[in-house]
């Protein structure tokens, strides 16, 4: 099969990378890997390793990647792009105003900017998520297939499938735990990711009842503590290691579409300490794989699992059995066959 993969950007190092690119890349090395030839379309040049080829788009016009015009302008340009090469195109964002599909086409929602909007801190923000909300149920009416990542775009858009997530399954594995107890926090420290909260947290709380626990974090600022460690943008490779060492993730983001550190996680053998959003209960099955807590409950989860090696245990083992449900070949043939039924529907309807 023939598939064009639809992303305005792919992982590139020394900038912060979002979620959404890193499983566009992972999808298309698989699809790859699975008997198919895969051509990702987006702004950004692929990682290296890449078995996929790469179509730069609109390399003469560097100025829609700025937000405005992203949102704007690029999905009207795709108008423009020939996509009779392939078999399906499937599009992860940036699609609203692109009418002319003469292929098959699906769309994916990682999460609705609706819920984006209402776990928004600022005023610009909420307002141009809002704004965002009501392009993503015109694509969803675009689409000949809809795939929805979290209930809220299951329901929202109507989709015709739940999407899963996977992960690199020979990077996020479980090994040893390091000898004192160390955590991870991965996002940024103010918005919705809440580092800030985390930190200080930790600083506060656990730090003088547990003085060798150690925080690593991957975050665009980063406290000057000698018990807290800037990861300072670091390789994959570098942070499964840390995530596969580490006693707990720790999360305190108010909205999660999906959360894919949930599930490296948990695959990595490592319980996951989390406020409470639609991705952290879809991943940690409503709190059975995983932590989801109040804030005032969250220094007392901490110092919980620091304090009973059995607790922490438990949850290892059962966030790893909850990862299987998210394997690669699962995922993969899932896929394919949407790709299948979204050439049924589009040829029974032309």
Same mark, same amino acid.
């Given at each position: 099969?023939?598939?064009?993969?639809?992303?305005?950007?792919?992982?590139?190092?020394?900038?912060?990378?979002?979620?959404?690119?890193?499983?566009?890349?992972?999808?298309?090395?698989?699809?790859?890997?699975?008997?198919?030839?895969?051509?990702?379309?987006?702004?950004?040049?692929?990682?290296?390793?890449?078995?996929?080829?790469?179509? *730069?788009?609109?390399?003469?016009?560097?100025?829609?990647?700025?937000?405005?015009?992203?949102?704007?302008?690029?999905?009207?340009?795709?108008?423009?792009?020939?996509?009779?090469?392939?078999?399906?195109?499937?599009?992860?964002?940036?699609?609203?105003?692109?009418?002319?599909?003469?292929? *098959?086409?699906?769309?994916?929602?990682?999460?609705?900017?609706?819920?984006?909007?209402?776990?928004?801190?600022?005023?610009?923000?909420?307002?141009?998520?809002?704004?965002?909300?009501?392009?993503?149920?015109?694509?969803?009416?675009?689409?000949?297939?809809?795939?929805?990542?979290?209930?809220?775009?299951?329901?929202?858009?109507?989709?015709?499938?739940?999407? @899963?997530?996977?992960?690199? +399954?020979?990077?996020?594995?479980?090994?040893? @735990?390091?000898?004192?107890?160390?955590?991870?926090?991965?996002?940024?420290?103010?918005?919705?990711?809440?580092? @800030?909260?985390?930190?200080?947290?930790?600083?506060?709380?656990?730090?003088?009842?547990?003085?060798?626990?150690?925080?690593?974090?991957?975050?665009?600022?980063?406290?000057?503590?000698?018990?807290?460690?800037?990861?300072?943008?670091?390789?994959? +490779?570098?942070?499964?290691? #840390?995530?596969?060492?580490?006693?707990?993730?720790?999360?305190?983001?108010?909205?999660?579409?999906?959360?894919?550190?949930?599930?490296?996680?948990?695959?990595?053998?490592?319980?996951?300490?989390?406020?409470?959003?639609?991705?952290?209960?879809?991943?940690?099955?409503?709190?059975?794989?995983?932590?989801?807590?109040?804030?005032?409950?969250?220094?007392?989860?901490?110092?919980?699992?620091?304090?009973?090696?059995?607790?922490?245990?438990?949850?290892?083992?059962?966030?790893?059995?909850?990862?299987?449900?998210?394997?690669?070949?699962? #995922?993969?043939?899932?896929?394919?066959?949407?790709?299948?039924?979204?050439?049924?529907?589009?040829? @029974?309807?032309?």
């Amino acid at each position: 099969m023939k598939i064009g993969i639809f992303h305005a950007t792919l992982p590139a190092p020394g900038r912060k990378v979002g979620g959404v690119e890193v499983f566009v890349h992972r999808l298309a090395l698989s699809l790859v890997d699975a008997g198919n030839e895969v051509e990702v379309i987006s702004f950004t040049e692929p990682p290296a390793g890449a078995t996929y080829t790469h179509r *730069p788009l609109f390399r003469r016009l560097p100025f829609l990647q700025k937000k405005l015009f992203r949102l704007s302008l690029l999905p009207l340009l795709l108008n423009f792009l020939d996509f009779r090469r392939y078999d399906v195109i499937h599009f992860h964002g940036d699609d609203w105003f692109c009418f002319r599909r003469p292929v *098959p086409s699906l769309r994916t929602f990682y999460g609705s900017a609706r819920f984006e909007s209402r776990s928004a801190t600022s005023a610009k923000r909420k307002i141009a998520q809002a704004i965002v909300y009501r392009l993503e149920r015109l694509a969803a009416r675009l689409a000949d297939w809809v795939i929805g990542v979290g209930q809220e775009a299951i329901e929202l858009y109507h989709a015709d499938a739940v999407g @899963k997530l996977f992960i690199s +399954e020979s990077m996020f594995f479980p090994s040893a @735990k390091s000898k004192d107890p160390t955590f991870l926090f991965i996002g940024a420290w103010e918005g919705r990711k809440r580092g @800030k909260f985390v930190a200080e947290r930790f600083l506060a709380d656990v730090l003088p009842r547990a003085p060798n626990a150690k925080l690593f974090m991957a975050s665009d600022t980063v406290p000057a503590s000698a018990a807290i460690i800037d990861l300072n943008h670091p390789s994959d +490779e570098r942070l499964a290691e #840390v995530l596969r060492a580490a006693w707990g993730l720790l999360s305190a983001s108010t909205y999660e579409g999906f959360g894919i550190p949930y599930l490296e996680a948990i695959s990595s053998g490592t319980l996951v300490i989390t406020s409470a959003n639609p991705g952290a209960a879809f991943v940690l099955d409503n709190g059975k794989a995983g932590f989801i807590v109040a804030d005032a409950d969250y220094s007392k989860t901490i110092l919980d699992v620091i304090a009973q090696p059995g607790l922490r245990r438990d949850y290892e083992a059962i966030g790893l059995r909850r990862a299987t449900a998210f394997s690669e070949a699962t #995922v993969i043939a899932e896929h394919l066959d949407w790709y299948r039924q979204a050439m049924a529907r589009f040829n @029974k309807r032309i």
